[in-house]
């Protein structure tokens, strides 16, 4: 079992998680994630690590409400215990050498953070693209600025209720056209990633995406999470999630997220009643 810490709430269905996972905190590298199950009948659900502290010995995630997991989940208070914490899987992010531009759109911006940090950490000039839906809806912009000053800060909200009017893809156009970054990297939902990598390519210049397939085993066995990449199949779970983001068959992605959405939905119902 594993203990909550901390549980924050950044808005109507966002949470943090701190839980108590010393091992874990040890081996933790950005761009990871690892697999909870809230239960003993619980599935199996991938989150990117958000922090970890191996000194106190907890790691954080963040999600967003979305389903029957998530909903159980955000009933869960500090002091409770979550039934299985497995990780750390995947692959770390590689932070190849020159300025960066991280972008992250909704909940992505869990996963951009500790990778924003790290670039920085690593001597790294780095640009946050931070977008939301709305001004309520756009995650921890204090953690991204204690680390980034404000000229390395760009915000975009679709409604325009704060930062720039519009979607991720404008700033990081002027980033480019400036050729203030040599790599971008990416994680949100798959419109913005995509348009991320075509506006990249278009400026020849790197861009890696953070993949979020649907998970079950997280370790590369049972084939959920195939993603394809440059004409060959790869599991995000143990080759990514990180893969070249000029390469990846977008519509297939979104066709493979939203193959459950009907018993999903489902699910969530029948949890409610
Ligand atoms: Fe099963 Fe990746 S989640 S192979």
Redesign the pocket.
């Known amino acids: 079992m594993y203990k909550i810490l901390e549980k924050t709430q950044f808005s109507e269905k966002v949470f943090k998680f701190r839980i108590e996972a010393p091992e874990m905190a040890k081996h933790a590298h950005a761009g990871q994630f690892l697999m909870v199950r809230a239960n003993e009948t619980g599935e199996r659900v991938p989150f990117t690590f958000a922090d970890w502290n191996p000194e106190e010995g907890w790691v954080e995630f963040i999600f967003m409400v979305i389903g029957k997991t998530t909903e159980m989940l955000s009933t869960y208070e500090a002091g409770d215990a979550i039934q299985d914490v497995t990780g750390p899987l995947g692959q770390p992010t590689e932070m190849g050498e020159g300025n960066w531009a991280v972008i992250g759109g909704g909940v992505g911006l869990a996963i951009a953070f500790p990778v924003a940090r790290q670039l920085k950490a690593t001597g790294h000039e780095v640009h946050a693209i931070m977008g939301a839906r709305t001004k309520d809806l756009l995650l921890l912009e204090d953690q991204f600025r204690s680390v980034l000053d404000d000229e390395h800060i760009h915000i975009t909200t679709d409604d325009g209720s704060y930062g720039e009017k519009g979607v991720v893809t404008a700033p990081l156009e002027r980033l480019l056209q400036e050729k203030k970054v040599d790599h971008v990297f990416c994680v949100g939902p798959v419109p913005m990633m995509k348009f991320s990598a075509l506006t990249a390519e278009k400026y020849d210049t790197p861009i890696i995406a953070s993949l979020n397939p649907i998970?079950?085993?997280?370790t590369?066995?049972?084939?959920?999470?195939r993603v394809e990449v440059g004409g060959e199949t790869k599991?995000?779970?143990?080759d990514g999630p990180d893969f070249d983001a000029t390469k990846v068959d977008w519509n297939d992605l979104r066709a493979r997220q939203a193959a459950y959405l009907t018993e999903e939905g489902q699910s969530l119902k029948a949890y409610e009643e």
């Open positions: 998970m079950v085993d997280g590369g066995m049972c084939g959920c999470c599991f995000a779970c143990v």
